[in-house]
């Protein structure tokens, strides 16, 4: 075993250097992912008005309806995203591409922050802000495979569970930073004044943060795994192709495995406090207040799933994730619908359960469900091809649905059907804990 394996091997690491690596994967991942979450919130708030006025005033469903498409568009470029940083991580290495999605997410978020509206300059508004969103896509795609990576690839063996549910809880810990901010700007201006200039605030804060996280990310060393492959010379000169020819089926079943927790996920990110606000009438200070306190349950619950991972394997944990969120889908809409913050508090809460359930282990399974020359590929694409098939268009799913039955339960149902379909999805693959990494 070469010191570089060794590294990743059940003796650990030193534990400087874990903590440099744990804290590079969970700054950068939350300051990514607060940057998209601004977006899905600000979509279901006041992008419709904003970018999209014409139909707004005509049909604010319709409205709404593609301020959400717009959340999916992006998703569609993840693909991309995933293919080209997966292809450059597995020749030139994790953490540079962790850079460079970094910035490049930080960069369209801030202009995004600074667009001049439909009332300013027409159509070529929301023209430029879906070019931004492809941005958004694009680097989101690369982001979450090398933050995987580095995570479980520098982990003891036995705690690579809780070593990937670091860059995992970037997601709840950039939800809670992107909920809090907006919660703390609505609470302190008028509507009025958000709409007009205070929405464009959130997107300008990315710069400062993306400066945080590029320089933790940068002192993070490279992955002992990736190392070893380059002094081996064993880093795959096509890794696609190599991917597709061998590996389909794994690739095939990470993004179904994804589905139902990303699409329950972005309802949680996009649509629970639009649907409470505008459907039932809640004041949209305490809405955003209480998303942003059962979002902490989604953290823990996800931290928990990872470590639980070590313990318990990872098939069973994602197992009772997915049995629990089938359960709960249907019945929480019915303690939304009292339209009581504290009821609106308890049912998101109870979701981030499962949620925590079904995300916590996904890091440590999809590292170990591939071979380290074509890794960082099949994990991006993947994952970006669940997210395409689960939240990409959940929230406007889920406003079809209230348009067309009228009846919020409906939305549980097809988050239940997608978290059986994820459920067959992680049954079929064979428990992988403990496997060598190095291979």
């Given at each position: 075993?070469?010191?570089?394996?060794?590294?990743?091997?059940?003796?650990?690491?030193?534990?400087?250097?874990?903590?440099?690596?744990?804290?590079?994967?969970?700054?950068?991942?939350?300051?990514?992912?607060?940057?998209?979450?601004?977006?899905?919130?600000?979509?279901?708030?006041?992008?419709a008005p904003l970018f999209l006025a014409p139909i707004a005033e005509s049909s604010p469903g319709l409205a709404q309806v593609?301020?959400?498409?717009?959340?999916?568009?992006?998703?569609?470029?993840?693909?991309?995203?995933?293919?080209?940083?997966?292809?450059?991580?597995?020749?030139?290495?994790?953490?540079?591409?962790?850079?460079?999605?970094?910035?490049?997410?930080?960069?369209?978020?801030?202009?995004?922050?600074?667009?001049?509206?439909?009332?300013?300059?027409?159509?070529?508004?929301?023209?430029?802000?879906?070019?931004?969103?492809?941005?958004?896509?694009?680097?989101?795609?690369?982001?979450?495979?090398?933050?995987?990576?580095?995570?479980?690839?520098?982990?003891?063996?036995?705690?690579?569970?809780?070593?990937?549910?670091?860059?995992?809880?970037?997601?709840?810990?950039?939800?809670?930073?992107?909920?809090?901010?907006?919660?703390?700007?609505?609470?302190?201006?008028?509507?009025?004044?958000?709409?007009?200039?205070?929405?464009?605030?959130?997107?300008?804060?990315?710069?400062?943060?993306?400066?945080?996280?590029?320089?933790?990310?940068?002192?993070?060393?490279?992955?002992?795994?990736?190392?070893?492959?380059?002094?081996?010379?064993?880093?795959?000169?096509?890794?696609?192709?190599?991917?597709?020819?061998?590996?389909?089926?794994?690739?095939?079943?990470?993004?179904?495995?994804?589905?139902?927790?990303?699409?329950?996920?972005?309802?949680?990110?996009?649509?629970?406090?639009?649907?409470?606000?505008?459907?039932?009438?809640?004041?949209?200070?305490?809405?955003?207040?209480?998303?942003?306190?059962?979002?902490?349950?989604?953290?823990?619950?996800?931290?928990?799933?990872?470590?639980?991972?070590?313990?318990?394997?990872?098939?069973?944990?994602?197992?009772?994730?997915?049995?629990?969120?089938?359960?709960?889908?249907?019945?929480?809409?019915?303690?939304?619908?009292?339209?009581?913050?504290?009821?609106?508090?308890?049912?998101?809460?109870?979701?981030?359960?499962?949620?925590?359930?079904?995300?916590?282990?996904?890091?440590?399974?999809?590292?170990?469900?591939?071979?380290?020359?074509?890794?960082?590929?099949?994990?991006?694409?993947?994952?970006?091809?669940?997210?395409?098939l689960g939240g990409a268009f959940a929230p406007m799913i889920a406003e079809a649905l209230l348009n067309q039955f009228h009846?919020?339960?409906?939305?549980?149902?097809?988050?239940?059907?997608?978290?059986?379909?994820s459920l067959i999805g992680v049954s079929l693959v064979k428990e992988t804990k403990g496997v060598d990494l190095s291979v």
């Open positions: 075993m070469t010191s570089a394996t060794a590294a990743a091997s059940s003796t650990g690491r030193m534990p400087a250097e874990e903590r440099r690596v744990l804290a590079g994967t969970l700054v950068g991942t939350s300051i990514e992912w607060y940057d998209f979450f601004i977006y899905a919130q600000a979509a279901g708030l006041v992008l593609l301020s959400f498409a717009t959340i999916g568009i992006s998703f569609l470029f993840r693909p991309l995203g995933a293919i080209v940083a997966g292809h450059l991580g597995d020749k030139l290495g994790r953490k540079k591409m962790l850079v460079f999605t970094l910035v490049m997410m930080g960069l369209s978020t801030s202009l995004i922050g600074l667009l001049p509206t439909y009332a300013a300059i027409g159509v070529a508004a929301p023209i430029l802000l879906i070019l931004l969103r492809i941005l958004q896509g694009f680097s989101a795609g690369g982001e979450w495979g090398g933050a995987a990576l580095m995570a479980v690839e520098h982990a003891p063996t036995a705690r690579r569970g809780l070593f990937g549910a670091f860059p995992q809880i970037g997601v709840p810990v950039g939800m809670i930073l992107a909920t809090f901010t907006l919660w703390a700007l609505t609470s302190s201006m008028s509507p009025e004044a958000f709409l007009e200039w205070g929405w464009r605030i959130p997107f300008l804060l990315s710069i400062v943060l993306i400066a945080v996280g590029y320089v933790i990310r940068r002192a993070v060393d490279e992955s002992p795994v990736f190392e070893d492959l380059r002094r081996r010379r064993k880093e795959a000169s096509a890794p696609l192709g190599q991917l597709f020819r061998a590996h389909t089926k794994q690739v095939v079943l990470t993004a179904v495995i994804f589905i139902a927790n990303n699409a329950a996920g972005y309802l949680l990110i996009a649509f629970f406090a639009t649907y409470a606000v505008t459907a039932l009438g809640m004041e949209r200070p305490p809405v955003l207040l209480a998303t942003t306190l059962a979002s902490f349950g989604w953290l823990i619950f996800t931290l928990w799933g990872g470590a639980l991972s070590d313990r318990l394997g990872r098939i069973r944990t994602f197992q009772i994730g997915y049995v629990a969120l089938a359960v709960w889908a249907i019945p929480m809409w019915f303690l939304i619908d009292t339209a009581n913050i504290v009821w609106y508090f308890v049912a998101l809460f109870v979701m981030t359960f499962a949620l925590g359930l079904s995300y916590g282990p996904q890091a440590a399974l999809y590292a170990e469900m591939f071979p380290a020359n074509v890794r960082y590929s099949g994990v991006s694409i993947g994952y970006a091809l669940g997210a395409i009846a919020a339960w409906t939305i549980g149902v097809y988050i239940a059907v997608a978290s059986i379909i």
